[in-house]
């Protein structure tokens, strides 16, 4: 079944005109994505994320290490709203439109070969964080999309990506923008105190 995405422009906003996700990808067309990280003071006081691992039938990047919750946004919708949608399918989470901090949005420039088919990816994402502390297994994971979810230090995981050291699809400046939006207390003061790189 086809995924019709709208097309947009370098700000992330729709043009009038959609595009099958297929096409999009394939043709290297400008849409938009929600990007949600869930984060948590962790055990050791030390701000934490979680990240999914992809699974091997995915698309692109099959078996890497990503954002806890991410989308393509359907033709017609809102960020937020995609964003709450992809939260409840893939991890089980409900959540409220008050509840994500938007942290920006990124533009995304990616070409590859996903099981031997070219993925020209061109998309506008809005940045989103979570603030949500649950154990790994209360998460109720969407098979079909994700192998499992396990929560890092924001610091091991800056690491781990910068030095290309697991298999992943993470954008540092996606990172940067969540720890400095913890730093500016915009997700609250427990996890201003230990967003610690």
């Known amino acids: 079944m086809s995924e019709l995405l709208d097309i947009v422009d370098e700000d ?45 039938n995915k698309d692109a990047f099959p078996g890497c290490w990503d954002i ?61 964080g979570l603030v949500l502390d649950r154990p790994e297994s209360a998460f109720a994971i969407q098979e079909s999309e994700i192998e499992e979810v396990r929560w890092m230090n924001i610091g091991d995981l800056r690491r781990a990506v910068n030095d290309d050291a697991i298999p992943n699809c993470v954008r540092l400046s996606e990172l940067v923008s969540l720890e400095l939006g913890a730093s500016d207390g915009l997700l609250g003061p427990d996890l201003k105190r230990a967003a610690k790189w």
């Open 12 to 56: 992330g906003e729709p043009t009038g005109e959609t595009v099958d996700r297929e096409v999009a990808h394939r043709d290297g067309i400008r849409h938009r994505t929600s990007h949600v990280w869930l984060v948590r003071v962790g055990p050791a006081g030390r701000m934490q994320v979680l990240v999914q691992k992809r699974a091997a």
């Open 68 to 128: 806890s919750s991410a989308g393509h946004i359907p033709a017609g919708d809102d960020w937020v709203t995609s964003a709450l949608r992809e939260l409840k399918e893939e991890l089980g989470v409900d959540a409220k439109p008050g509840d994500l901090v938007y942290l920006g949005r990124h533009k995304v420039e990616h070409d590859g070969v996903f099981h031997g088919r070219p993925f020209h990816n061109r998309q506008v994402s809005a940045i989103f």
